[in-house]
């Protein structure tokens, strides 16, 4: 459906200005709070400079809502956004940033849709990042390098965490199946065969997910850097700004910043490379990693775990095999328990003792359950 003025702009195309601009408005306000407050003198001009930007949209959606025979919207911010900024005048900047990167990526989303502005588009993507790397680090203190580290930390520990619970979930959950199977008194060599099923399909099952999850990021990540190099190619000038201010909400001064800035974009394969990792987040050497090495990874931590309770089955039989199987399953989850504490930081022995008992109570449950299963059945 069309307006009155004739300028073929639909009542649809005059609403979307409408909303954009006090979208703007609202965001220009919210960086200008965050400005007065920030008390470190590098963030607060990166936030005046995104306030900066946000008011050129504004301006640019008047300008359009103009060009249809429109007065723009009275230009005073929403209550939420003055509501945002009176929190980060009394609280400080750190506590909104959360919820101001949530409605950059909102803005980013919906203007990626709408035709002839992919510049706008595009800067609203990089603000969105760019508070993604504010708010993800807890403030942006000190020189680049304790950021680094502090990466480097994070890093180790997922990798640690993810070997430990890989190693819990095949041991809880073969612990679980043999003492199911062992409750209805079926026979060694029945339950060694069950156990063996359950490690291989369970080890199997978190393979075959962690390959299509790493595969996926992997894609996903090469779509983005394709995006990065064509955004360098057609917007060089707006992507060395976006990287400039990158580096200087890590601290680095704004001439330092904007020449380190200039001659990165000044090459096109560094540019991207050096965007994907400092915007982005992304090595182009890595792309998250090898889906085949964590898979691999997944199938043999998963299968070290569930190889301890079935293992006395290969050499015991009856009730000394399941006590066995019970003891060494214990002495499996306590270690994992202390494991843990590398990355709780507490006890090892109450860490310990808490896995054990509940592993314990997981095998508790379904030997009783196989136990009524087995008398049931057998009559």
Do not use: C
């Amino acid at each position: 459906m069309r307006d009155n003025s004739g300028d073929g702009v639909s009542r649809e195309d005059l609403e979307r200005y409408r909303t954009s601009y006090r979208d703007e408005i609202d965001s220009a306000a919210l960086y200008r709070a965050l400005a007065e407050t920030e008390k470190q003198p590098e963030l607060a001009k990166v936030y005046a400079h995104l306030a900066a930007t946000e008011e050129e949209h504004a301006r640019f959606w008047a300008r359009k809502l103009e060009a249809a025979g429109e007065s723009p919207p009275e230009g005073r911010p929403g209550w939420r956004s003055r509501l945002l900024g009176r929190l980060a005048r009394t609280f400080g900047p750190q506590v909104v940033l959360p919820a101001i990167s949530g409605l950059e990526r909102q803005d980013s989303h919906s203007y990626a849709s709408q035709p002839g502005i992919s510049s706008m588009a595009s800067q609203e993507r990089s603000h969105a990042r760019l508070l993604r790397e504010i708010s993800g680090g807890g403030g942006v203190e000190g020189p680049i390098l304790a950021r680094l580290e502090g990466r480097h930390r994070a890093s180790g520990g997922n990798a640690l965490r993810a070997a430990v619970l890989g190693a819990n979930d095949g041991l809880l959950s073969n612990f679980s199946l043999v003492m199911g199977v062992a409750g209805a008194s079926l026979s060694p060599h029945g339950i060694l065969i069950t156990g063996l099923a359950g490690l291989l399909a369970g080890a199997g099952s978190m393979a075959m997910g962690e390959w299509i999850s790493v595969q996926s990021s992997r894609e996903l990540y090469g779509r983005q850097i394709q995006i990065e190099a064509a955004e360098v190619r057609e917007i060089p000038d707006e992507e060395a700004e976006e990287l400039a201010l990158i580096y200087q909400a890590k601290g680095v001064p704004e001439e330092q910043a904007r020449q380190m800035a200039t001659r990165i974009i000044s090459d096109e394969k560094t540019a991207t490379d050096t965007l994907s990792r400092e915007e982005l987040g992304i090595d182009p050497e890595e792309l998250g990693g090898s889906a085949w090495q964590a898979a691999a990874t997944s199938f043999a931590l998963f299968a070290l775990g569930a190889v301890v309770p079935i293992l006395p089955f290969t050499f015991l039989t009856g009730m000394v095999a399941v006590v066995t199987s019970v003891v060494l399953s214990a002495l499996g989850l306590f270690a994992i328990g202390a494991l843990i504490t590398v990355l709780t930081g507490r006890s090892a022995l109450f860490s310990g003792m808490r896995q054990v008992a509940v592993g314990l109570a997981a095998a508790a449950l379904t030997y009783a359950l196989g136990l009524l299963i087995g008398t049931a059945i057998g009559g």
